[in-house]
């Protein structure tokens, strides 16, 4: 079957096939999100951090806890993921990464849209700048123990912030 067109906008587009209905990423837009961990000064492996996000999203009408994520290629085509993935971690936290690895592909929600995302581990972090975001993206930074991540996200959660989906590979454990 041949998908068709329904809607499509600057950044999102939504499709048919059959009876399928579902969103798409127009022109070849990627997404990257980045499993920044800090390892503190001492390297330390009992000192470990990891940089959550914290912004408000219009879909759901509150702030949601996050990864460090963004679009790959949705303002200069052809851009690298591992490009894309260090500039959107300076942007939206305030840290630069001396290494970047890419963990693999993983699916959104399949069953809703055909957008994937590269997940980036980001280690050897240093703060250069504020963080926050760009065009008043006004995202709060978190620098959360590894140890403490199940009690910070049940805090966040009691103040009625929403929890992407992504942060569980924090609280299942094994891949940080």
Avoid at 31 to 48: F, K, M, T
Wanted: aromatic share 6%.
């Amino acid at each position: 079957m041949v998908s068709e067109t329904v809607w499509a906008g600057r950044f999102i587009a939504v499709e048919t096939e059959g009876n399928w209905e579902y969103a798409v990423r127009p022109r070849g837009i990627a997404a990257a999100v980045i499993l920044a961990i800090d390892d503190g000064s001492a390297g330390d492996a009992g000192n470990r951090h990891v940089l959550l996000v914290e912004q408000y999203r219009v879909p759901i009408a509150r702030r949601c806890l996050e990864l460090p994520a963004g679009l790959v290629g949705d303002e200069t085509a052809g851009e690298a993921i591992g490009t894309a993935a260090a500039r959107e971690l300076e942007e939206e936290t305030g840290y630069r990464a001396d290494r970047i690895e890419s963990l693999g592909l993983f699916c959104s929600s399949p069953g809703m849209t055909s957008e994937a995302f590269t997940l980036i581990r980001a280690t050897g972090l240093t703060r250069v700048a504020a963080g926050g975001g760009v065009d008043g993206e006004d995202i709060a930074v978190h620098r959360v123990p590894l140890a403490a991540i199940g009690t910070f996200v049940a805090e966040r959660r009691a103040a009625g912030v929403a929890v992407d989906a992504k942060v569980l590979l924090l609280l299942a454990g094994g891949i940080v």
